[in-house]
């Protein structure tokens, strides 16, 4: 069934609830009427809905929207109804002073607009779960929002008789399109998009073709570069050689300097006592030392914070097995990765007692379930046991059966009894548990917060250090309304390792692993590489990593620090159909190495597995994608990321640019609110920018994704290349022009076609183009540079084919 007979059918359901009529509370109302409304028959998600958000002093009800808020719904309980004029019940467009004659009404309607100002969401909704009514709560037409008017629904009977206007302005795909605004606002809406190139290729993206030694490549890379680090038993040899320290700024990063240092340390500054690096310039920072060992006795975890893809797991394990192998000499190390773990989980102190407990088992040989280790635990209790009624001995099997009871009581809390087995080793053994709660923060942020109420459990009563892994962003979140808040916290940073050295030092130890393979005589056989031609392609692999600035500039700026991406850019190259291995190979075999050219690099990243770009398989955003028939929309997203990093440079600190400042650059050069909130939902879902909702004003920042995709990518060939299919073309006789082809020649005269086309649309701007922070002009001329060199490099090697054949013919 399709999502809108779907929500239709659930909503004639919902007219049976037996909440109606009944005169139930907010919550109940919340949970039987109103939530259903959303969820099941608007096709909102939960995760797209925060529930009792706090701010000066009130809360909210619903504020519904991801990344940026889109209305703030308050609940009135199922008793209190809208008391409409007669004559007016089954219209819909309802007049904002009209609603307000009935004082509940007026009173529910100046609550949420209160809410809706303070927090700069748009538009605001009251409803009590069976009737609804919408206003456009922050306007910037000159009219007072209680001056407007109001979409309205008196009766969930209404809403499913006339469902196709419920769906079509409050649903999740219509407040996207901004239907209710426009509706509300008395505007026309603009035409949408031409259709793409894309919608008349046949069997559109496809799939590229590799040759079987491509296949063989990309199988090896997989064994000897890609699943090294998630290897459950991974080598000590492997953390040793393939660890970077974290700490240096990057001085690849297209994001200032400035900035960066200023993100980095409101981290610090955030926290209450401060936090600081796990490593400095002299390496492991001492202080870390010292709390880890105090630790047990302050009775908190060890928090340490990064965003995701730094090398948090990494650090942990080097730590562990390296810089503090002595200080942990005499730990048990008890290590939870819960990027392993299942993803339903219902009691988490009891998940985490049987990992922990079969770890024991596995790695330390002790067996918390054994007959003689539990009688050694609970001596204690034996022996008052004893001294009690049920400690008479004189008949044995009596004694004995007291006994199994008394002690199949104490394990069958398994959280205390691993506490209690934990507390023996130590007595026993002088060695401490060291607990990690590692990758929480690939987890829903409930989930998170159950698993830092365990670590605080754990560190209270434990006698062990305990380290948990988050990101700030989350660490923030649960230090203002969450578990954390209860809590006093010991956090530790740690900022992104450099992308180059990761991937330099991946390769080079997956090149010593195939030298000692082959020496071996364990190198996978039967394949059509052999470790003397893998070999060669990690030494062309090395050498770009090691000399080629550009090269190290796009992985960086392109992975945002995140070494995952950086490796997974990595993986996409190697064996990719769009890079000639036996090229590679043929250049080795006459003695010299292959230098990888950057064009390379980006089709392999840009279409994946693909035969044609993506917008939905690809980590890489199309620039030029518009929502509406106007051509301008082509630059409006190239400007909203400049204009966001030239205003985070000069306002400093971290770099955030309010979301009303960016609205106003937007509609200040012509682009309607439609337009840039589509743009600014495109940016944050590609990572182009940051999205906060921390402050009083919703906010961006800029990331060095989006900074290098306008600075660099905006003007490479390769890219603009791969976007047309995906481009829509205004300009009638243009879309004529624009086909799919396929060889070098056509696609560089396509190109320049393209190109001509944006042209042309850049200067409808008039003069205004030259206070624009995006400069199309500027990229337009770099790309026709990029271009011709295309060119020449295509004729070129067309002319050393035809003057070797000429050469094979004339012999």
């Not at 006339?162 to 603009?190: C, E, I, M």
């Not at 060695?431 to 560190?459: G, K």
């Not at 082959?518 to 039967?526: E, H, K, T, V």
């Not at 944006?758 to 790309?783: K, Q, Y």
Request: aromatic letters at 10%; charged letters at 25%; proline letters at 4%.
């Amino acid at each position: 069934m399709d999502p809108y007979a779907s929500a239709k059918s659930e909503l004639h359901g919902l007219l049976g609830s037996s909440t109606l009529g009944s005169g139930a509370n907010e919550d109940t109302t919340r949970l039987h009427l109103i939530d259903a409304l959303l969820f099941n028959c608007l096709g909102w998600n939960a995760q797209d809905a925060t529930t009792e958000d706090h701010y000066n002093g009130s809360y909210v009800d619903y504020i519904v929207g991801t990344p940026s808020a889109q209305f703030i719904l308050e609940a009135k309980r199922e008793g209190i109804a809208f008391r409409l004029p007669p004559g007016i019940a089954g219209r819909h467009a309802i007049t904002v002073p009209t609603l307000m004659e009935d004082e509940n009404t007026a009173k529910a309607i100046r609550q949420v607009l209160e809410y809706c100002q303070e927090r700069g969401v748009p538009v605001g909704i009251i409803s009590n779960g069976h009737q609804l009514a919408a206003f456009f709560a922050s306007r910037q037409d000159g009219i007072p929002p209680l001056s407007g008017e109001a979409l309205v629904f008196s009766s969930l009977q209404e809403m499913h008789d006339d469902f196709n206007t419920l769906w079509s302005h409050l649903s999740k795909p219509a407040v996207a399109t901004r239907n209710l605004q426009r509706y509300l606002l008395g505007r026309k809406p603009q035409s949408l998009a031409p259709e793409k190139l894309s919608n008349s290729i046949a069997n559109y993206p496809g799939f590229r073709r590799r040759t079987e030694l491509e296949t063989d490549l990309k199988t090896l890379g997989q064994l000897f570069i890609q699943d090294l680090e998630h290897e459950k038993n991974i080598s000590d040899e492997f953390i040793r050689d393939c660890y970077c320290a974290s700490g240096a700024l990057s001085q690849y990063s297209l994001v200032s300097r400035e900035v960066l240092r200023a993100r980095y340390a409101s981290v610090a500054s955030a926290i209450p006592g401060g936090a600081e690096q796990v490593t400095g310039k002299k390496g492991l920072n001492p202080k870390l030392t010292a709390e880890m060992v105090t630790a047990a006795l302050s009775r908190r975890p060890i928090i340490l914070l990064g965003d995701v893809g730094v090398g948090k797991s990494m650090f942990l394990r080097h730590l562990i097995r390296v810089d503090a192998q002595e200080v942990l000499a005499k730990s048990i190390i008890l290590y939870v990765d819960f990027v392993r773990e299942p993803v339903f989980v219902t009691d988490l102190p009891e998940y985490i007692t049987e990992r922990m407990s079969e770890q024991l088992e596995a790695e330390q040989g002790i067996d918390i379930q054994e007959r003689s280790f539990v009688r050694a635990v609970y001596n204690k209790e034996i022996n008052k046991f004893k001294k009690t009624i049920f400690g008479d001995e004189s008949d044995p099997a009596e004694y004995r059966k007291h006994e199994l009871a008394m002690l199949a009581g104490h394990i069958s809390n398994e959280f205390e009894h691993l506490r209690r087995s934990l507390d023996h080793i130590r007595g026993t053994s002088g060695r401490s548990p060291l607990v990690i709660l590692d990758n929480i923060d690939q987890r829903p942020f409930e989930f998170q917060e159950r698993i830092f109420e365990t670590a605080h459990s754990i560190a209270d009563s434990w006698s062990g250090t305990v380290f948990v892994s988050i990101r700030p962003s989350t660490f923030f979140q649960s230090r203002s309304h969450g578990a954390l808040a209860a809590y006093q916290t010991r956090a530790f940073t740690i900022a992104p390792a450099r992308t180059d050295q990761v991937i330099s030092k991946r390769l080079n130890y997956a090149k010593n692993k195939v030298i000692e393979s082959g020496a071996d005589g364990i190198f996978p056989q039967n394949l059509s590489i052999n470790d003397r031609d893998l070999i060669s392609y990690l030494d062309a692999l090395i050498k770009a990593f090691n000399v080629d600035e550009e090269l190290k500039s796009l992985i960086d700026n392109m992975s945002g620090g995140n070494t995952r991406i950086a490796l997974m850019f990595l993986f996409t190259f190697i064996g990719s159909g769009y890079v000639s291995t036996q090229r590679v190979l043929d250049v080795a075999d006459s003695g010299r190495v292959y230098t990888v050219p950057m064009h390379e690099f980006i089709r392999a990243i840009v279409f994946g597995d693909y035969d044609y770009y993506s917008p939905e398989a690809s980590v890489v955003c199309n620039l030029f994608d518009i929502t509406t028939n106007d051509a301008r929309e082509h630059f409006l997203l190239p400007n909203i990321l400049a204009h966001v990093q030239r205003q985070a440079e000069s306002a400093g600190g971290e770099g955030f640019v309010s979301a009303a400042s960016i609205y106003s650059f937007g509609q200040g050069i012509g682009f309607s609110q439609e337009q840039i909130g589509a743009q600014l939902d495109r940016a944050t879902k590609k990572n182009l920018l940051d999205f906060s909702d921390a402050a009083e004003d919703a906010s961006y920042r800029p990331t060095s994704v989006g900074n290098y995709m306008y600075r660099k990518m905006s003007a490479s060939f390769s890219y603009v290349d791969a976007m047309i299919v995906d481009t829509p073309i205004v300009d009638p006789s243009t879309r004529r022009l624009i086909r799919d082809v396929q060889s070098i020649k056509d696609r560089l005269s396509r190109a320049r076609i393209f190109r001509d086309y944006l042209d042309a649309n850049w200067l409808t701007f008039g003069s205004a183009a030259d206070e624009l922070p995006f400069r199309w002009n500027d990229v337009s001329a770099i790309l026709a540079d990029e271009i011709a060199e295309a060119e020449a490099k295509a004729e070129a090697a067309a002319q050393r084919r035809n003057d070797s054949s000429t050469h094979f013919w004339s012999r």
